[in-house]
């Protein structure tokens, strides 16, 4: 099955009504079938979208449903048949989503779309040995994304009236955000946690935290005791501590590090399943990960006021 982001069904409250999406001077179409656009994941799509509104023209959907695996995805029939139909296919690339990669190793270069090619972004490399693939949770690297994404759609049967204005509103409002939030991490005096998942490198070296460790490596795999020995020698005895969690993942092995310290605890969700694509939609989505994490290191912060 493929999720399309105008036939999500109500289980993910993700039904858009395409009709009323955009308006027609936004992003015109052909009288003709629509484009259909396959995006890799929702927070790739989430991103596109504050670009490439969906519109009675654009049929945008998704290769991988929220909350499933990116790192070790197995797709079904309809998936695979959804890339063969698609007229782009949009994913970061093989060093970012390397599990799709022999899925989408046989899509014509005329179809296939590799942003890790086409826009200039900056990755990180953990301590593991992998790139980190949550590239979309920098703010730089968005940007960068959405400056590309107007060029992608020139050769297609779609009107371009608008989507340069997109990109330009996009990005200011974006640096207008972080602007606003750098001055907010700023402001604390305990900027250090640990996440669940080892998926915020880049919004800890963007507003400069200092991240203790994780509990799940980025390929997915629960880091050993060494490791988890090493977090204990950098958690300051009966401190306070914030822990980004996952729904996705359980936190248990975090009891083993209960005894060092308290745990602030607040849960984000990295899908973006609850964010309709369109305009603002990964600016809600991009913001309310950094909300919970500046709440999670404020209370840090309280916790160590005399």
Same mark, same amino acid.
């Given at each position: 099955m493929v999720w399309s982001f105008y036939r999500f069904g109500p289980l993910l409250a993700l039904c858009l009504s395409l009709g009323s999406a955009v308006?027609?001077?936004? =992003?015109?179409? *052909?009288?003709? &079938?629509?484009?259909k656009l396959l995006v890799s994941s929702?927070?790739?799509a989430l991103l596109l979208g504050e670009i490439l509104p969906p519109s009675a023209g654009l049929q945008l959907d998704l290769l991988v449903a929220p909350g499933a695996s990116l790192?070790?995805?197995? =797709?079904?029939? *309809?998936?695979? &048949?959804a890339i063969a139909d698609a007229q782009r296919v949009i994913w970061l690339g093989p060093r970012l989503e390397p599990g799709l990669a022999r899925y989408l190793n046989a899509v014509p270069e005329d179809r296939l779309v590799t942003l890790e090619e086409l826009a200039d972004m900056e990755l990180l490399q953990l301590g593991t040995g992998h790139v980190?693939?949550?590239?979309?949770?920098?703010?730089e690297n968005?940007?960068?994304?959405a400056r590309v994404v107007p060029g992608l759609m020139s050769d297609l049967d779609i009107s371009l009236a608008g989507l340069n204005q997109n990109m330009s509103?996009?990005?200011s409002g974006l640096e207008a955000d972080m602007q606003l939030a750098s001055k907010r991490f700023a402001s604390l005096n305990d900027n250090s946690f640990i996440a669940v998942h080892d998926a915020f490198a880049y919004l800890r070296d963007y507003f400069q935290l200092e991240q203790l460790g994780a509990l799940i490596d980025a390929n997915d795999q629960p880091v050993g005791a060494r490791t988890?020995?090493?977090?204990q020698q950098r958690i300051k005895p009966g401190a306070d501590i914030c822990l980004l969690d996952n729904?996705?993942?359980?936190a248990g092995q975090s009891e083993a590090l209960a005894q060092y310290a308290a745990f602030h605890k607040v849960s984000v969700d990295l899908s973006g399943a609850n964010y309709q694509p369109g305009k603002g939609a990964y600016r809600r989505y991009l913001n309310s990960i950094i909300e919970s994490l500046y709440l999670c290191l404020l209370a840090n912060s309280n916790a160590g006021d005399p």
């Open positions: 308006q027609a001077s936004d =992003l015109a179409a *052909s009288a003709g &079938a629509p484009v929702q927070p790739l790192h070790h995805p197995s =797709l079904r029939p *309809s998936q695979r &048949a980190d693939s949550h590239v979309w949770l920098s703010p968005a940007i960068q994304i509103d996009f990005i988890l020995w090493g977090m729904a996705r993942y359980p």
